[in-house]
């Protein structure tokens, strides 16, 4: 279940990957699979090997990626979210999440 995300940047974020950019979505989230994560940071790209290559400088496997037809992304929490948004000064996700 997502929530704390407005419509307005959810569509942001999709016109992003549709346009081949390395976008940024980060939501608060409940996923019982995953116990203490209470947000999820949506990494995505229209072009896999754009996205696959931009994983790589973090040790993401390309095999993580998620491979939605129309927004494939990785789904990045935890503290490798965190530190994946600090080195990309998504600041303003960690504040806003208090991450």
Not at 16 to 42: E, S
Not at 46 to 56: N, P, Q, S, V, Y
Not at 82 to 93: D, G, V
């Amino acid at each position: 279940m997502a929530f704390g995300v407005t419509r307005h940047e959810l569509s942001q974020w999709k016109k992003q990957v549709k346009n081949n950019d390395i976008a940024f979505l980060t939501h608060y989230w409940l996923d019982d699979r995953f116990p203490g994560c209470t947000t999820v940071t949506k990494v995505g790209c229209g072009d896999i090997e754009k996205l696959a290559t931009w994983g790589r400088k973090y040790h993401l496997q390309e095999e993580w990626i998620h491979m939605d037809d129309d927004y494939p992304h990785f789904d990045l929490f935890g503290e490798r979210q965190k530190y994946i948004l600090t080195k990309e000064n998504k600041l303003n996700h960690i504040s806003r999440f208090k991450l």
